[in-house]
C-alpha cells in the first residue's frame, strides 16, 4: 500500500545490521510494501562486520543515502573498516570484511564512508533528536551535539588521507578529554560514564553507570537514536531509543533480530511527543541463523 500523495513520508529509524544482508533486504521489501518509496530510512552505524554479507548492505544502504532517502551514522565497526583500508589495522579472528576489502571499489567505499556523519540532528512532529552510534556526552544539548559532530567529521574527511591516518591512530583512552579523537571515541564506542569520563566497557558499580541515565537526570528536552549496546537489548525510556537487538548475535545464549522504529508521522497518541510514547511501533525482523561464533 502506497501513502496517499502528499503525504509525509514515513521515518524509519534501525539498529546495527552488522552485515546481515537477508534481514536487511526483508526489512526493506516491507517498508516498500507498506510506503512505497515514501520512507526514509535512518542508520545508527554498524551496518558491517561480524555478520556475511557487508557489501550487499552498504550497497542498499548507499541507494538509499544518495537518492535522498537514507541517512547513516558511522558506528565503531565503520570505523574499524575506514582504519583496514587505511592500512591502520590488520584484519582480525573476528572480522568477516573481506568482501568490502577485497572489492575493486574498495577505494571508492573508502571515500563515502569518510564522507558519512557520525552525528544527524533531525525533527520528529516538532521534536528535536539526534541519531548516534553509541551515545552523547549527558549534558550536551542538541547544539553542543551537532557542533562536536561537526567537528568530528572535519577531521575523518580531509582530503590528506595522511593527515586522517594521523587522527585515527591517537588513541581515544590517551588524548585529551574533548579533543576531536576522545569525542569520537565516545560518540561510537561509550557504554558507561563517570562524571565527565566515558568507558567502551559495561559499566561495573557507582559511580560508573550507562551514560543514558546520566543524560535522563538532566531532563533534556530531545530525543536520542542509537545503538551499539546489543547485551543491553532494545531500550525503550521517554527520550531514548536504544535499537541493537543483536541480529548477528543471534544464537549466544539469545535471539537475535533486526529493529526498525517507526515513530507516528502526524503525531504521537495522548499529545506525547514521538519519543515519550510508552510503546512505540516497532518491526522485528528475526535473525536468519546463528551468524557470530565467539
Not at 497518541?269 to 522485528?284: I, R, Y
Request: glycine fraction near 10%.
Amino acid at each position: 500500500m502506497t501513502p496517499p500523495a502528499g503525504a509525509s513520508p514515513q521515518h524509519v529509524f534501525v539498529g546495527d545490521v552488522q552485515g546481515c544482508a537477508d534481514e536487511f533486504e526483508e526489512l526493506l521489501a516491507r517498508l516498500r510494501n507498506r510506503f512505497g518509496d515514501e520512507f526514509v530510512l535512518h542508520s545508527v552505524g554498524d551496518l558491517v562486520n561480524r555478520g556475511p554479507d557487508n557489501l550487499r548492505v552498504l550497497e542498499r544502504m548507499r541507494e538509499l543515502v544518495e537518492g535522498g532517502r537514507g541517512h547513516h551514522v558511522l558506528g565503531n565497526h565503520e570505523l574499524g573498516l575506514i582504519a583496514m583500508l587505511l592500512g591502520l589495522r590488520e584484519v582480525g579472528e573476528r572480522d568477516t570484511l573481506g568482501d568490502v576489502l577485497e572489492s575493486a571499489e574498495a577505494p571508492d567505499w573508502l571515500d563515502w564512508l569518510r564522507g558519512r556523519s557520525v552525528v544527524e540532528r533531525g525533527e520528529l512532529s516538532g521534536q528535536a533528536y539526534v541519531l548516534v552510534h553509541a551515545s552523547v556526552h549527558p549534558d550536551w544539548s542538541v547544539a553542543d551535539c551537532e557542533a562536536v559532530g561537526a567537528r568530528v567529521h572535519a577531521q575523518l574527511a580531509q582530503a590528506d588521507l595522511d593527515a586522517v591516518r594521523r587522527f585515527l591512530r591517537q588513541d581515544p583512552v590517551e588524548v585529551e578529554a574533548n579533543s576531536e579523537r576522545d569525542l569520537l571515541g565516545r560518540l561510537v564506542s561509550c557504554r558507561g560514564v563517570n562524571g565527565a569520563a566515558w568507558s567502551s566497557k559495561k559499566p561495573a558499580e557507582p559511580p560508573d553507570e550507562p551514560w543514558h541515565r546520566a543524560w535522563r537526570r538532566r531532563s533534556h528536552d530531545y530525543g536520542v537514536v542509537y545503538g551499539h549496546w546489543a547485551t543491553a537489548g532494545l531500550h525503550l525510556a521517554p527520550g531514548l531509543r536504544g535499537l541493537d537487538t543483536g541480529c548477528v548475535h543471534h544464537g549466544r545464549g539469545h535471539d537475535g533480530f533486526l529493529t526498525a522504529w517507526l515513530p507516528a508521522m502526524e503525531g504521537a497518541p495522548d499529545g506525547l511527543a514521538p519519543f515519550d510514547v510508552p510503546a512505540p511501533v516497532l518491526w522485528q525482523i528475526p535473525a536468519r541463523r546463528r551468524y557470530y561464533f565467539y
